[in-house]
């Protein structure tokens, strides 16, 4: 890691980046489980939201010019409504609560360290921000859809050891386009806590 740069931007600095991080998610998001067919207008919406909130934060991984990683967190009193409502309806007061979007990675970085390092830089962010909750969801895809790659791990192992636990009584669903498919499709995400020690 010690060729490569990481910059955290907050907030309206996140805009001038857009381009890099749009890129990069239609490139990760195409691997499974997400196979997410993603288009440069709807990354644009999407990255707004974080641009627009002062609160938000997106860690970036440079080697050289080029972007190669990026994570982002947003408090989720700040985020979308759709985030929200799975825990309003759970009853979880949203002003504790620091949102995790996304971490992406191109696949010849993995493997460093890097993982860590955006959920390290991201609970930081939640304990400066007073909030003692982390969450993030992940999309639940069926052991035998026909595009799982043979031997594929996935990440829950890596996230218990960071302290996560998946709730399974914590879902929402989320639309997008699966490669191949002309319409967006639902898909079930299921979400993962940890409460931070203080």
Known sequence: MSNLQIESLHGADIARERDALAALRCTVFREWPYLYDG?????????????????????????????IGASTVIPLADAPA???????????????????????????????????????????????????????????????HPLRPAGYVPNDGFWQRRGYRKVPALQTTLSWPDIGDVESTRKPMTYWLRELKQ
């Open 39 to 67: 288009s440069p207008e709807y990354e644009a919406k999407y990255l707004q939201v974080y641009v627009d909130c002062p609160r938000a934060m997106c860690v970036l991984v440079r080697d050289g010019g080029r972007c």
């Open 82 to 144: 759709d985030m929200q409502q799975p825990f309003i309806d759970a009853g979880h007061e949203l002003s504790r609560i620091d949102y995790f979007g996304e971490s992406v990675l191109l696949n010849d970085y993995r493997g460093r360290g890097l993982g860590v390092k955006f959920f390290e830089l991201r609970e930081a962010h939640a304990r400066s921000l007073n909030l003692p909750v982390c969450a993030f969801c992940a999309v639940q895809r069926p052991d035998d």
